[in-house]
């Protein structure tokens, strides 16, 4: 299980949002920082295969990221996603275990489990535009896992949901990072000081820190703030 | 995980988010009422009642042979100008409308007799084949169809034909407002809704999304389309009733050069809509597909039917190749004057635009799914 980027660039127009980025990603938690506009976005657009870089490659396993393999083994969960309004969230996770293959009687007992993990199964024959902020999220949360991604891509997954909720999230990605490949982006730092093993800071397209954070570090949060003020 | 076939699954999905839509939903009722009304207003042409429609359908002079027996009678009861004299005689006006049809309107109607009818007819159909510059081989073509047509024609009144027939190109306008309204935001709210990330990060959210969202959109509007089909020939037959429509499609279009009767020109007008109906949807889905935006989809799919259908009425015969083209798309075709279409369509034989066209529409459908096939495959998801 290796996810590697080499020499990953993207350019719009006259801005570089990726710069020439190499890393290489095995199973944990590997928690993506930087302010607004520094390329997580971008980068892991490139990682789910749903954007193409405009130089360098992205290889999981040496497969391509937009071969239908990979696809199989991912779990995305896109930052300000989308739903269906007129679909009830068990409909919603339904249509998601049908876009990720799954058999009908497979998808009613995942789509139950999911519910369940996330908390909505007294909820689930609701409509979700009737769903809080946070309740929507979690729902987003589910669809990713639907597959039992190997790789898994969350872009600030914490946004709306409330302190007890993103405890509970972060017990999760924790129990996933043991046998997936997790990245996880983030503005907020305590979401990650505590169950990244590794963290990849990022500023103008570029990797300005990448490795485990450690007590001998110092604090990270002081760190982060000096860094993206 | 191993990956299962879900195109069905998803099918019915896109299918509920069609139906769920409530563009949809009000558009689906309202041209519903719109039909029925519509049916009634067509068949009783505004008259109050129906004293008018059954003067002329049971008129004494039904499966009569329009010959100089009868133009004679007819000289009879009518002034010059052809309008009936005596209300008793109303069963005579849809023959003087007819002829008035085959002379042109303003000659006088005092000596018309039976042969001139058919001359004259015969004279303004070799009159079309010049301005449309028709080659020889379809001037024979139509020679050999004309000889097939039984004549003296024996008199029907077209009440009820001439209302399905308007009938059935009204539903064309209607598909277009039904499939603007209802499938410019399958792709669109995809992005609209930033929904496009999840679903093309799936194993299924490429190939079998695309098809599937075709598949929905296409039986849509053809179920759409055939309900609101059905309740328009309902009300008219049970209204009305199906008269006349055994007739000889001359006696509605008496320019047209085939044996046809009125059912069967209805049965290829329905045909004609049925596929052109499966182009325009796929047309629709495409324009959804490339724009990504509800609104303009709609506005696109209306102005293009629009500027076609212009088009088509606009360019000069002389332009052929292009004034025939835009006379083949649905837009245009769904009307019983496409019997007048006489330029023929060279594809390895001749064939008349009604024959050629549900093939064409299917051909030109498949370039289109394909087509956007790719632009889908390709699609990036750049914006936030």
Redesign the interface.
């Known amino acids: 299980m290796e996810l590697v980027a080499d020499r990953l660039t993207k350019q719009y127009d006259n801005k570089i949002a990726v710069d020439r980025l190499s890393f290489t990603l095995k199973p944990g938690v590997t928690g993506l920082l930087g302010a607004n506009g520094a390329g997580k976005t971008t980068l892991m657009r490139m990682i789910t295969g749903i954007l193409s870089p405009t130089s360098g490659e992205i290889t999981y396993d040496g497969k391509e990221v937009k071969s239908e393999e990979y696809r199989n083994i991912l779990g995305f969960l896109p930052q300000d996603f989308g739903y269906y309004p007129e679909f009830t969230g068990k409909e919603f996770l339904m249509y998601f275990c049908a876009l990720k293959g799954l058999s009908k009687k497979d998808a009613k007992v995942r789509t139950s489990e999911l519910l369940k993990m996330v908390v909505l199964e007294d909820v689930a024959n609701k409509k979700v535009r009737k769903y809080s902020g946070g309740m929507k999220q979690r729902l987003g949360i589910a669809q990713a896992l639907i597959n039992r991604p190997e790789v898994l891509i969350l872009d600030e997954p914490t946004a709306g949901l409330d302190p007890k909720e993103r405890v509970r999230f972060r017990n999760l990605i924790e129990e996933l990072g043991k046998e997936s490949i997790v990245l996880l982006s983030t503005h907020i730092v305590s979401d990650i000081e505590n169950i990244a093993d590794r963290l990849i800071m990022m500023r103008s397209g570029r990797i300005i820190w990448d490795g485990k954070w450690t007590e001998e570090n110092g604090s990270l949060e002081e760190f982060y703030l000096k860094e993206f003020e | 995980?191993?990956?299962?076939?879900?195109f069905w699954?998803?099918y019915k999905?896109e299918l509920?988010?069609i139906t769920?839509?409530i563009v949809a939903i009000v558009t689906f009722l309202v041209l519903l009422f719109t039909g029925l009304v519509q049916a009634n207003f067509e068949v009783t042409g505004g008259y109050e009642g129906t004293k008018h429609l059954d003067a002329n359908m049971n008129s004494v002079i039904n499966d009569r042979q329009i010959d100089d027996e009868l133009m004679a009678e007819l000289m009879d009861k009518t002034d010059e100008a052809g309008n009936i004299e005596d209300p008793e005689d109303e069963g005579y006006e849809g023959l003087s409308e007819w002829v008035q049809d085959v002379m042109g309107y303003g000659r006088v109607f005092d000596d018309i007799d039976g042969d001139m009818i058919y001359e004259e007819r015969t004279a303004s159909i070799e009159e079309a084949h010049d301005e449309m510059g028709l080659t020889q081989e379809e001037r024979d073509y139509w020679k050999e169809q004309e000889d097939k047509i039984t004549k003296p024609f024996a008199y029907r009144s077209d009440n009820i034909s001439a209302a399905i027939f308007e009938g059935i190109s009204n539903h064309m306008l209607m598909l277009i407002m039904l499939t603007a309204a209802s499938l410019s935001s399958v792709f669109a709210m995809e992005t609209?809704?930033?929904?496009?990330?999840?679903?093309?990060?799936?194993?299924?959210?490429t190939k079998e999304?695309y098809f599937a969202k075709m598949a929905a959109g296409m039986s849509y509007i053809l179920m759409s389309l055939t309900a609101l089909l059905a309740s328009f020939f309902a009300v008219v037959g049970i209204r009305f009733g199906f008269r006349g429509m055994d007739a000889a499609i001359q006696l509605s279009r008496p320019f047209a050069a085939c044996a046809l009767n009125m059912w069967q020109v209805a049965g290829i007008l329905l045909v004609i809509l049925l596929t052109g109906a499966v182009l325009t949807t796929a047309f629709a889905l495409l324009i959804s597909n490339l724009t990504r935006n509800a609104v303009a989809s709609m506005a696109l799919v209306i102005a293009a039917y629009l500027g076609l259908y212009f088009g088509a009425m606009s360019v000069p015969l002389k332009f052929r190749f292009l004034s025939q083209a835009l006379n083949l798309l649905p837009g245009a075709l769904v009307s019983s004057r496409m019997v007048y279409e006489y330029r023929l369509i060279h594809l390895g034989g001749y064939f008349t635009c009604y024959q050629a066209a549900p093939v064409i529409y299917i051909v030109l459908t498949a370039l289109l799914v394909t087509l956007g096939y790719v632009f889908y495959k390709k699609h990036?998801?750049?914006a936030?």
């Open positions: 995980m191993k990956k299962e076939n879900c699954t998803l999905f509920r988010k769920r839509n609209q809704r930033k929904t496009d990330p999840m679903i093309r990060s799936t194993i299924n959210g999304l990036e998801i750049k936030n």
